[in-house]
């Protein structure tokens, strides 16, 4: 069974409700019609009723069947900002809490954190940083992760072709510890694709080929990342040619049980992620679906400004699953 058909599987008729605040784009809501019409997800729309309608009604979408949350006229409203407040404890007033959860990716994301939503997607419109930064502040990350993490699920050939890559979107330049908790959160991101991870952390450097600081740090990642799960198959460090090929592995590093053959890639920092799952994409022709944001406590996942109505679906099909996952 192909990944999206499995995950399609697993989802379906269950009811998960996902919220979305950029509910006036036409690659949202042609999307959410889809997710709807196959019982996927039931989308939970967020922003001003009438604006949402109009533009449903000028792209010939039928939303009659979804449910709107508008910020500006909820029934719960008091229920949200009295919420909202003791979640901040004591960093926002309540005259100031009125004033955020006016606006949508903060509204949503408190729906969600107080399970009137299962999961949230938005970025289509949104910066990262606008979507993340509720998240953060509301949703907040796992036990034992000190912050979130975004990877892009690589793939290529009907899927002949998967990987993960790790960290592309969030954390521009991650300390050894830091590194080490998004390589632990990689790897469950990956089982949910079914990859039996196999993580490589990448460097420069392969098994003390070169000397650097930057070579030591993901050395020590990768340390503490086994620390952290032992029972994880994870080298490092390593350049991407030893972790991707097998004969450069043989003279690289042939005694390692990764490389040659790792389907999960963290990078050492953002630049890199960043430049790297591009260069994929565009020059190998690889379909790069994410960010999927990584160790919140419910899912949160952040579009590319420059998606289209399939990046949108899919995306949302993953966070629904990340939904059942938690």
């Known amino acids: ?22 509910a006036t784009d036409t690659r949202i809501l042609s999307a959410v019609a889809r997710l709807k019409g196959e019982e996927l997800v039931e989308p939970i729309l967020i922003g001003n009723r009438e604006e949402i309608e109009k533009a449903a009604a000028v792209r010939g979408i039928n939303i009659s ?3 709107i949350y508008d910020p500006n006229d909820c029934a719960r409203w008091e229920e949200i900002v009295e919420a909202f407040v003791e979640r901040r404890k004591g960093k926002v007033t ?4 009125e004033v955020l959860l006016k606006d949508e990716n903060y509204f949503g994301t408190m729906l969600t954190q107080m399970g009137i ?8 419109i949104h910066s990262t940083g606008d979507t993340v930064r509720p998240a953060l502040q509301i949703i907040k990350t796992k036990p034992g992760i000190s912050r979130t993490s975004g990877a892009f699920l690589m793939m290529r050939g009907n899927e002949q072709e998967k990987y993960l890559f790790s960290d592309c979107a969030i954390n521009v330049s991650p300390n050894p510890q830091e590194l080490a908790e998004i390589a632990v959160a990689s790897a469950e991101t990956a089982k949910m694709f079914d990859i039996d991870p196999k993580i490589a952390m990448l460097s420069f450097s392969s098994h003390g080929s070169a000397k650097a600081p930057e070579a030591d ?9 086994k620390e ?7 080298d490092g460090e ?29 990078f050492p920092d953002l630049q890199s992620g960043n430049i790297g799952y591009k260069i994929a994409q565009r020059l190998g022709n ?7 944001l990584q160790g919140l406590n419910k899912p949160i996942s952040d579009l590319s400004r420059g998606c289209n109505e399939e990046d949108v679906y899919k995306l949302t099909i993953i966070t629904a699953a990340q939904a059942l996952n938690n």
């Open 1 to 22: 069974m192909e990944l999206f058909d499995s995950l399609k599987f697993k989802i379906v008729r269950r009811g998960i409700r996902i919220a979305f605040p950029e």
């Open 65 to 67: 069947n979804m449910t």
């Open 94 to 97: 309540r005259e100031q809490a």
């Open 117 to 124: 939503t299962d999961g949230l997607v938005s970025g289509a």
């Open 217 to 225: 740090a993901t050395i020590e990642a990768t340390r503490i990342a």
């Open 228 to 234: 952290l799960a032992p029972d994880l198959a994870i």
């Open 238 to 266: 390593l350049q991407f040619d030893a972790a991707y090929n097998q004969s450069v592995a043989q003279l690289k590093a042939p005694e390692s049980e990764v490389a040659g053959k790792a389907n999960v890639y963290i």
């Open 286 to 292: 690889f379909e790069a679906i994410g960010p999927i």
